[in-house]
């Protein structure tokens, strides 16, 4: 199909800056983007039939990881030191 309707990950590495420039970097197309990014994770680890624990487990451990890099300054601060 055309360039434009290809998921990133069958993009050529050559074919790269092109797809890019062919995407929409409006706060509405970032929105629609970041809206289609969240309903095909719902869609393949929260809504289904048989699910386990993957899709949460997963939403925990990013959370987990966000909150670390936004204190990460804070914590460097407070640790302990070896001399003081």
């Not at 055309?2 to 990950?9: E, G, I, K, S, W």
């Not at 800056?17 to 062919?22: E, K, L, N, Q, V």
């Not at 629609?32 to 309903?39: C, I, V, Y």
Request: charged content about 20%; overall charge positive; some cysteine.
């Amino acid at each position: 199909g055309p360039l434009a309707q290809r998921p990133l990950l069958e993009v050529r590495l050559g074919e790269l800056h092109t797809w890019i420039s062919t995407r929409d970097f409006s706060p509405q197309g970032l929105l629609g983007a970041a809206q289609k990014a969240w309903n095909s994770y719902c869609a393949k680890y929260i809504n289904v039939r048989r699910g386990g624990p993957a899709g949460i487990n997963m939403l925990l451990a990013g959370y987990c990881l966000l909150s670390y890099t936004w204190n990460y300054q804070h914590l460097r601060r407070h640790r302990w030191r070896k001399y003081h």
